[in-house]
């Protein structure tokens, strides 16, 4: 695999073109891992883009951010996607380049590996001319995820596939409306969270304590399923307190950490209906609920001050452009 983009072939096609974007999980953290059911929603406003273009000799992925690029082992799920994109196809697994340009923050919990893989899916079909549906997106998705996360559930893939929020089990996805009116204001701790090592301490922990550890779990599905009730109707309040109990059964699985509790912290003590972190936890972001007419500036001071390392506003409803500050 090389990450620098070799010289086109003579007479290349143009390039494809791929777009996706970020998901944001608000119930059922590591849960969903054990088969408990969670809730996602898509986050349209940071996004991925790819462009796809026809070179000879091997596979190859380049990428405008610094902070992706440094990592070590950071073209190996773009080129997978690439190449299971390909062999959909039945193309051969060569002679492609693609080009990322992502506003996703990496290791912050938004699905940043996923959505770069949808962006190059999407692109590398493009090239092609092949039009693909949502359900073989998702699987060339899972396919690239597997590789930044060994087993990953299948929430990212879904979500960052995905139009609507998102009520996922066992693989099984439903998407459906938020009535909730407000905000949601998610708040970058700054440290780089891993899912992979977040799911290995969760699952230590369910052997050396399988009955505590179980009865957490199951306590976190059952609150992702009273929350997608919540947020079908609207009702803020039953959904902020569920995103505090939430946090509170996190915090007690290991998956929280000193930043963010901080945040946490700040975010409820500032006026937010409730907060918790999100997505693997031990780093990555937390994400607070701003009730309908709400000013979130209160929040969002109290966020800065905590030493947030950035700040953005989610509106419940995935359709329309999010802000960042």
């Not at 000879?56 to 690439?82: F, H, K, N, Y």
């Not at 701790?189 to 899912?195: E, F, L, R």
């Amino acid at each position: 695999m090389n990450a620098h983009r070799p010289p086109p072939r003579p007479g290349a096609a143009v390039a494809g073109h791929g777009r996706s974007h970020a998901k944001l999980i608000l119930f059922g953290e590591h849960s969903v891992v054990h088969g408990h059911p969670a809730i996602a929603v898509p986050v349209h406003a940071i996004g991925a883009e790819a462009d796809a273009v026809p070179v000879g000799g091997a596979l190859s992925v380049s990428s405008d951010d610094a902070a992706i690029t440094a990592r070590e082992g950071w073209q190996d799920v773009p080129v997978m996607a690439i190449a299971a994109t390909l062999r959909r196809l039945g193309l051969p697994e060569e002679g492609v380049h693609a080009s990322i340009r992502s506003r996703v923050p990496a290791g912050r919990g938004f699905g940043s590996s996923a959505a770069v893989a949808g962006a190059i899916v999407a692109a590398v079909a493009d090239l092609h001319g092949a039009e693909l549906d949502r359900q073989t997106r998702f699987e060339l998705v899972q396919e690239a995820e597997r590789v930044a996360h060994g087993n990953p559930s299948g929430l990212d893939a879904r979500t960052t596939v995905a139009d609507r929020a998102v009520a996922f089990q066992r693989g099984a996805v439903r998407e459906f409306d938020i009535a909730l009116q407000g905000s949601f204001v998610v708040a970058d701790t700054g440290v780089h969270g891993s899912t992979r090592r977040a799911v290995a301490d969760v699952r230590a922990l369910l052997e050396r304590e399988p009955e505590r550890a179980e009865t957490l779990l199951d306590r976190l599905g059952a609150i992702a399923v009273d929350a997608e009730r919540a947020l079908r109707v609207g009702d803020a309040q039953a959904t902020g307190g569920m995103m505090d109990e939430s946090q509170r059964i996190l915090r007690e699985l290991g998956v929280s950490s000193v930043e963010i509790e901080a945040l946490v912290t700040a975010a409820t003590g500032a006026g937010a209906l409730g907060a918790k972190l999100s997505g693997g936890g031990q780093g990555g972001c937390i994400v607070a609920l701003i009730g309908d007419g709400d000013d979130a500036t209160a929040v969002t001071e109290a966020l800065r001050a905590a030493g947030a390392a950035g700040i953005w506003s989610v509106p419940p409803a995935p359709h329309p452009s999010g802000t960042t500050t």
